[in-house]
């Protein structure tokens, strides 16, 4: 029934978002501190989303193991910043910058490998096959990380302690962080770029062109199979930025963070529209917004209940996502 | 016949899925700067042919020769797939519309000049850093564009989604888009299929004037008003097997291919009509 279907969904949109404006208009400075909070964390899920959704749109499978490039990227970041002060690298932008280059170089570097040796010899397999060895492939970099780095939770020191207030408040004042700052700032230079690359390079034209129909390029004369490995290279970049991040943000991590950020990403690629771009980073920010506004309201602990129990809603609602298109059949 | 004019030459081509026989020991030649028709009922082969030529398939056997210009040979059952338009510089459309279709006009056009583009941008290492080489080669990748734009009439709808064009224009674009790879030989699957009679007129033009610039052409059609009036040469088919080749005044003479396309063949006795393959497509009084 479209009709009940379509008015359910909008009476839960206008019940959100009346819920929205009441816990703005009563808690103003807190509500405020939420939206900051949330939109920093949106960001993180929206880079590593960006990579999901870039592969599904080229060759239509889920790469399982992007959540673990991820969390190698953010092991990577603090391998290179624990190194780099005991270098002596005293300026923190100069370690933040060196460190971000390092660790996307090298995360690139698994990115390309994992393509190249669990996912093309199988091209033109059965489609549960990638699959499969995807999920193989999360696990093997798992357990790679776990053994060689160890299984104990890595702490870091805030490197940008500090921020500023906003909106002082006798109560409560809304803390803005360098770090907050630090990460929304990168993110949308990071994504700025990448857009650039993606609409206006030879190499971002071919990879949409192979998105569209992969053997209609290689017929142009487009070498298919290195447009795919760049797209899991420029897919690892982000999935590293993000991973500096988190390591920043929350300043631990282990070598799990990659499955539940990974699935949290890929929920987000697929509420934006899977296969659209600026779909993965809108729902990336949506599922930040989700998780935060749920843990301040009402539960931290079952914060990732709500995320996902709002994906399963908006596939109900949106099958394709907000972005997203839906399949025309041709004629 | 004159053998070293021919680009390309196939020689003794078989293709066979399980015990169907598509092609079958298949010899022709399509001679530089000429337009090659490939026709016969439906069935015969012909797409499978240009399967072969552009690596769709890997033939059972036979081999398919590209001689350029400039004396380079290219055994095309040999090439990975994308190497036959980059390297061969074989460029093929289909008989339905695989245009990028949420691309712009434009930008079909230059991802076919990709391999171009990355060659002077360093493999894309320049563009992403903003070399100066950079803007001057995606500005000849421009002109290219605008001048085969120009050429079918769709100057003005350079920004638009390809999408959004009108059928014929599409048609049209493909086979623009398939020029900006710069190719020796340009295979054309119906390319006139579908149109109304104003625009195979102008469709025949542009065939003209891609071989009289310089391209040969290999061409699947079924409008034998069209075939008759561009084709140099004529190669017929009919269950796999090339039953008649020659000039277009020999062919439509040929006993053979009146047959065929009557599906009353002398040669197929044992085989009715019911069960054969060909359905008669075209009517007898049309080609003649």
Partial sequence: ?331 | MNAAAALLAVADLSMRFGGLRAVDALSFEARRGEITAVIGPNGAGKTTVFNCITGFYRPTAGALTLRHPDGTVYDLERLPGFKIASRARVARTFQNIRLFAGMTVLENLLVAQHNALMRTTGFGIGAVLGLSRYPAAERAAIDKARFWLDAIGLLARADDPAGALPYGAQRRLEIARAMCIDPVLLCLDEPAAGLNPRETDELTGLLLRIRDGGCTLLLIEHDMGLVMRVSDHIVVLDHGRKISDGDPAAVRADPAVVAAYLGEGDEDEAEPVAEGIAAPEIAAPELR
């Avoid at chain 1, 447009?227 to 988190?246: E, P």
């Avoid at chain 1, 993965?280 to 129990?309: H, N």
């Fill in chain 1, 1 to 331: 029934m479209p009709v009940l279907t379509r008015l359910l969904g909008l009476l839960l949109v206008l019940v959100v978002l009346g819920w929205l404006v009441f816990v703005f208009v009563t808690g103003t400075p807190y509500a405020l501190q939420q939206l900051v909070n949330g939109v920093t964390l949106g960001m993180i899920y929206g880079l590593i989303a960006v990579g999901y959704t870039m592969v599904y749109g080229i060759i239509g499978m889920i790469n399982f193991a992007h959540g673990d490039i991820f969390m190698v990227g953010a092991f990577l970041s603090l391998i290179a910043l624990i190194a780099l002060s005991s270098l002596g690298v005293t300026s923190v932008p100069l370690a933040l910058a060196l460190t971000l280059l390092f660790a996307a170089a090298i995360a690139a570097l698994y990115g390309w490998t994992v393509e190249r040796v669990a996912y093309r010899p199988l091209r033109g397999s059965f489609r549960l096959a990638p699959l499969i060895s995807a999920i193989g492939m999360s696990i093997t970099l798992q357990n790679f990380v776990q053994v060689s780095q160890g299984a104990r939770v890595k702490p870091m020191e805030p490197l940008l302690p500090g921020g500023i207030s906003l909106l002082n408040d006798p109560d409560f004042a809304v803390q803005l962080s360098w770090m907050q700052i630090a990460i929304v700032v990168t993110t949308l230079a990071v994504l700025g770029v990448f857009t650039w690359i993606v609409t206006r390079t030879p190499l971002g034209r071919s990879m949409r062109a192979c998105e569209q129909d992969l053997k209609m390029a290689g017929l142009l004369g487009i070498d298919t199979d290195r447009t795919i490995s760049l797209t899991f290279v420029l897919g690892a970049l982000l999935a590293a930025v993000a991973g500096l991040m988190i390591l920043l943000y929350y300043g631990v991590i282990d070598f799990y963070i990659g499955f539940v950020a990974g699935v949290k990403a890929f929920t987000a690629a697929v509420l934006g529209g899977i296969g659209s771009l600026p779909g993965a980073v809108l729902g990336g920010l949506l599922i930040g917004l989700i998780e935060t506004f749920w843990s301040a309201y009402f539960s931290v602990q079952y914060k990732d209940v709500a995320a996902f129990s709002i994906l399963v809603i908006a596939l109900i609602f949106l099958p394709t996502g907000i972005l997203g298109r839906a399949d025309v059949e041709k004629v």
